[in-house]
């Protein structure tokens, strides 16, 4: 475990394989730790198969602090991603993420492309109904609360156990919220997350798309994943000057099949467990 300042954060971090290996840059999905089941594992993998690989808590995940001080929490975790890269001066990064991640790492990509080797992405949050669910997921709740019962009740909620649990600090820094601020900042974080016809991804325009001109692998979603919709990737790797669009190494009704795992750290069980799967795919390409 390390911690590092960026953008005025503690992030925490943790940088596994040999030091002289190139740099890899996993980033997982929702709200979720670094060291999330699945996670680390398909790091090690990656590790083993010789690179030198970052995994680090987002903004507001883990161990890391929280602002809320940015235009959306996609941004504010995409600059902490460009900013960390920087602090560790490395060099040349393959990003590779999925779900947040992948949309994480296309945003990242975009602000830095000249340090960019590659990028693997796969669960590629989109349409209507899928980017409504994020709004209410990451802000309904938080409004909801605030509204009710101020910042003590932000704070009480399930969606903050786990970070404050790593990182008292967040309770500190939600309490010093004002809650009607933090009700519109809530309210812009879920506007963020509007569908476009415009981009498949919020945060990014097709300008941004043809910035990427890096060989990108993108792992087209299940027909029935409704949350990251297979429309979704398709648009996505049509946007993307040098994108390879491939299978995952699993069915269809994947992620309506994880969605229902118990997340149990303890038996390294998540919606992630089956990511290490990717590895021999990923490793192959890059």
Not at 7 to 32: E, F, M, Q, S, W
Not at 89 to 102: D, E, I, Q
Not at 215 to 230: E, I, Q, W
Request: charged share 20%; glycine share 10%.
């Amino acid at each position: 475990m390390a911690k590092i300042e960026v953008n005025g954060l503690t992030l925490d971090y943790a940088l596994i394989g040999d030091p002289g290996a190139p740099p890899l840059v996993l980033t997982p999905g929702g709200r979720y730790a670094r060291d999330t089941a699945g996670v680390p594992e398909l790091g090690a993998r990656l590790a083993e198969g010789g690179f030198r690989v970052l995994l680090w808590d987002r903004p507001g995940c883990g161990a890391s602090d929280i602002a809320f001080t940015a235009p959306s929490e996609s941004v504010m975790n995409c600059e902490a991603l460009v900013g960390l890269v920087e602090a560790l001066g490395l060099r040349k990064v393959t990003l590779v993420g999925g779900s947040a991640g992948s949309r994480i790492a296309l945003m990242a990509a975009a602000r830095m492309p000249e340090k960019v080797r590659k990028i693997a992405i796969w669960w590629i949050s989109g349409g209507p109904v899928g980017l409504a669910g994020l709004a209410w997921f990451y802000c309904g709740d938080q409004i909801a609360a605030a509204s009710k019962g101020g910042m003590e009740a932000v704070a009480a909620l399930p969606s903050w156990a786990d970070q404050i649990a790593r990182n008292l600090r967040i309770r500190d820094i939600l309490l010093a919220q004002d809650p009607d601020a933090y009700i519109a900042t809530m309210q812009r974080w879920g506007q963020a997350f509007a569908y476009s016809d415009d981009s498949p991804v919020p945060g990014m325009t097709e300008a941004d798309f043809a910035r990427l001109t890096m060989p990108v692998l993108t792992f087209r979603s299940g027909k029935s994943d409704m949350a990251h919709t297979r429309a979704t990737s398709e648009w996505v790797h049509r946007l993307l000057p040098n994108s390879t669009l491939v299978e995952p190494p699993w069915g269809d009704q994947e992620w309506n099949e994880v969605s229902t795992f118990p997340v149990d750290p303890a038996n390294r069980r998540g919606r992630f467990e089956r990511w290490p799967l990717l590895a021999p795919m990923l490793l192959d390409w890059l």
